[in-house]
C-alpha cells in the first residue's frame, strides 16, 4: 500500500533529481563560459598576428596558421558540445516527463484507493455523490496541473538559456 507520504517523497526525490540535473546544466554553461574566454582570447592573439601579418612580416606566417587553426578546432570542439548539450537537455527532459507521469498515476491510485478502501458496497455509491470526493478530485487535477506547468516553465527556460548560449557563442565566433 502506497501512502501519501511516500508519495511525498518520491516526489521530493524527483525534485531533488531535477535540481541536480539543473546543478549540472549549470556546470555545464560555466564550462561553456570558459570555453568561450579561450576563444575570446585566441581571436585576440589571431587578431594581433592577422595586423602583424598584413604589415608586411612574412615571418610569423605559419604562427598565423597555427592559431588560424587551433581557432577551427575550438569551434569545432563547441559545435560538438552543443550538440551534446542539446541531446543532453532532451534526454532529461525526457525523463522528467516519465517521472512526473509515474508520480501523477501514483498520487491518482493513491487518492483511489484511500477514497474506496475503507467502504463497503453500499457505502461505495453514496461517495461517488459525495461533494467531499468531487473537491478532492479538483484538488487532485489542480496540483497535477500546477506541477505541469512548472515543469513546462522550467523545460522552456531550459531551451531559452542554451539557446541563448549557443547564438551568443556563434555571434562571437563570427565576429
Known sequence: ????DDVEESLKAVFQFVKDKEQLLQDLRSQIEET???ISEKQHERDYWLDYKNVGSKIHAEKISSLEKDISEVKYELERTEEYYREALK???EENQKLF???MKLLSEEALKNAVGYL???CRREIEENE???EEVKIYRKE???LEASVRLLEEENT????KLIDIKLQRLRV
Not at 500500500?1 to 501519501?4: F, M
Not at 531559452?160 to 539557446?163: F, P, Q, T
Open 101 to 103: 507521469d509515474r508520480h
Open 36 to 38: 568561450k574566454k579561450k
Open 132 to 134: 467531499w470526493l468531487k
Open 1 to 4: 500500500v502506497v501512502t501519501r
Open 144 to 146: 497535477e496541473s500546477d
Open 91 to 93: 534526454v532529461v527532459r
Open 120 to 122: 463497503d458496497k453500499n
Open 160 to 163: 531559452n538559456l542554451v539557446a
